[in-house]
């Protein structure tokens, strides 16, 4: 049985940190893209960064530039999104996604930036 599992998400005051972590099972992680998306409230679901399977190379959203770092643990069959300077812009749930030769999502976890 295919499963994304993510963690990590929290109340976090502006300027803070959090890691968000998503661990996989059930499919050859190693051959899978990984991605991160997010999406607020009323917003559509949007890209926030990729990493190859080899974790070689990175994207992230302009958004997030600078602030985000996403890595992948491939003998953990894990992926991480550490995310710093947060602001209220960056709430919203935060979802993992492997595409490889198929397309799983998981369903997410919420981060809440407020003071």
């Known amino acids: 049985q295919v499963q994304l599992v993510e963690s990590g998400g929290d109340l976090v005051q502006p300027g803070g940190s959090l890691r968000l972590s998503c661990t996989a099972s059930?499919?050859?992680?190693?051959?899978?893209?990984m991605r991160w998306y997010r999406q607020a409230p009323g917003k559509e679901r949007e890209l926030v960064a990729g990493i190859t399977t080899a974790g070689a190379s990175t994207n992230y959203a302009d958004s997030v530039k600078g602030r985000f770092t996403m890595s992948r643990d491939n003998e953990k069959n894990t992926v991480y999104l550490q995310m710093n300077s947060l602001t209220p812009e960056d709430t919203a749930v935060y979802y993992c996604?492997?595409?490889?030769?198929?397309?799983?999502w998981g369903k997410g976890t919420l981060v809440t930036v407020s003071s």
């Open positions: 996604n492997a595409r490889g030769g198929y397309i799983y």
């Open positions: 059930g499919f050859t992680f190693t051959r899978y893209v």
